[in-house]
T-cell receptor, first 114, second 113 residues
Framework: AQSVTQLDSHVSVSEGTPVLLRCNYSSSYSPSLFWYVQHPNKGLQLLLKYTSAATLVKGINGFEAEFKKSETSFHLTKPSAHMSDAAEYFCVVILSGGYQKVTFGTGTKLQVIP | NAGVTQTPKFQVLKTGQSMTLQCAQDMNHEYMSWYRQDPGMGLRLIHYSVGAGITDQGEVPNGYNVSRSTTEDFPLRLLSAAPSQTSVYFC????????????FGDGTRLSIL
């Protein structure tokens, strides 16, 4: 079975400080991992994806994530938060084989304080 | 380039009414899915399809029907609306290949009174 755990339901940072949103997964197989962002009353937008080509993945808007197999983690980071980063972030896992089931984390709401 | 289009954006229904949420994609994706999003629960899979004529149930299928007669369209039907179905519904599509991300529509906000 696979699962995704987003360790924090809410994260609050000050504008200009680093952002760390944590994601751990459990999977018996090599996964594909994704981060999505959802701004209020909007759909989900892809931030970045990991597909085994490189462990450090760069995404849009200055976000990046590092795949650490030994820790089964795929944490999302950004060096300096901007007010426009306030949103909800979802970590997503897809396994190979069969239907390629998509599993979502429960989301982390990021608050950016001016 | 429209991507995934959902209609309507908002809908209010009375308990017991039926309706269809529309989803269309113009990217020729094989996989399509319907999710519902409720506070604190992330996205939960209702139904999915791996191609025209093929559908299957997700985590929370009760009270919903789907069909997939074409690659482009994947409507979601509420048979007899209940207040517990008040939610935001998202349709998503993606190509085959496990490293392919999903593309989402903007959602349908549905309230059942």
């Amino acid at each position: 079975a696979q699962s995704v755990t987003q360790l924090d339901s809410h994260v609050s940072v000050s504008e200009g400080t680093p952002v760390l949103l944590r994601c751990n997964y459990s999977s018996s197989y090599s996964p594909s991992l994704f981060w999505y962002v959802q701004h209020p009353n909007k759909g989900l937008q892809l931030l970045l994806k990991y597909t085994s080509a490189a462990t450090l993945v760069k995404g849009i808007n200055g976000f990046e994530a590092e795949f650490k197999k030994s820790e089964t983690s795929f944490h999302l980071t950004k060096p300096s938060a901007h007010m426009s980063d306030a949103a909800e972030y979802f970590c997503v896992v897809i396994l190979s084989g069969g239907y390629q089931k998509v599993t979502f984390g429960t989301g982390t709401k990021l608050q950016v304080i001016p | 380039n429209a991507g995934v289009t959902q209609t309507p954006k908002f809908q209010v229904l009375k308990t017991g009414q039926s309706m269809t949420l529309q989803c269309a994609q113009d990217m020729n994706h094989e996989y399509m899915s319907w999710y519902r999003q409720d506070p604190g629960m992330g996205l939960r899979l209702i139904h999915y399809s791996v191609g025209a004529g093929i559908t299957d149930q997700g985590e929370v299928p009760n009270g919903y029907n789907v069909s997939r007669s074409t690659t482009e369209d994947f409507p979601l039907r509420l048979l007899s609306a209940a207040p517990s179905q008040t939610s935001v519904y998202f349709c998503a599509s993606r190509p085959t290949g496990f490293n392919q991300p999903q593309h989402f529509g903007d959602g349908t906000r549905l309230s059942i009174l």
